[in-house]
């Protein structure tokens, strides 16, 4: 008899937190356990354009903008906006670097691309900050130029929102 009411117990738990983690938000899964404290103002992710009025071209210092501008949070989202080559802009592009020695020297080899000369028009390339982890973005143009020379690279480390 004790063994059957665990295991309805258990079944029952089972379905109580399966709820709670299909309920959508997965970047905020925690909230809705059911003995998780309920703020009902929790913060919201942040939608930030990289560079602010600037945006996303040779020679600002970006580094310098990311630690004015972060700290950010897993779930936020940079936006990157650049003309698309028109003949009178230059083009530019956002790659991520696989770790710091690359992000130094503004190494491609391993890079990967994402977004092309073309994403950065209209609204901008939307990157969201997904996950606990760094972030090294670069402009992947003129062969590491643009990085190396023109300061296009900024790394990121999104934090937790424990709230
Ligand atoms: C929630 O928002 C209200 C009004 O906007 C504010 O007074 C309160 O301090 C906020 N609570 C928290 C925990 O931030
Ligand atoms: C860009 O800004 C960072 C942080 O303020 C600074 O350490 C770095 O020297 C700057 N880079 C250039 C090329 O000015
Ligand atoms: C290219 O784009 C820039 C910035 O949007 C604009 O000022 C310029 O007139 C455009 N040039 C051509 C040839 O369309
Ligand atoms: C670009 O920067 C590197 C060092 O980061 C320097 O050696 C090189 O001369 C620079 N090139 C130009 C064209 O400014
Ligand atoms: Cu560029």
Sequence with gaps: MAVKTLVVLVVFMFAM???????KNPDNW??????????????????????????????????????KNGPFYIGDSLVFKYDPPNGTTFPHS???????WSF???????????ADVNQGGGGGFEFVLKRWQ??????????GFHCRNGTMKFPVMPLIHWD
């Design 30 to 67: 925690n909230y809705n356990w059911p003995w998780y404290p309920h703020n009902t103002n929790a913060t919201q992710p942040k939608k930030v354009v990289v560079g602010g009025s600037e945006n996303w071209h040779f020679g600002f210092n970006y580094t310098d903008w990311a630690l």
């Design 17 to 23: 937190i399966s709820t709670a983690m299909a309920n």
């Design 134 to 143: 760094p972030y090294y973005f670069a402009c992947g143009e003129k062969a």
């Design 104 to 114: 130094l020297k503004c190494d491609l080899r391993w890079a990967k691309k994402i």
């Design 94 to 100: 956002v790659y991520l670097l696989p770790n710091y």
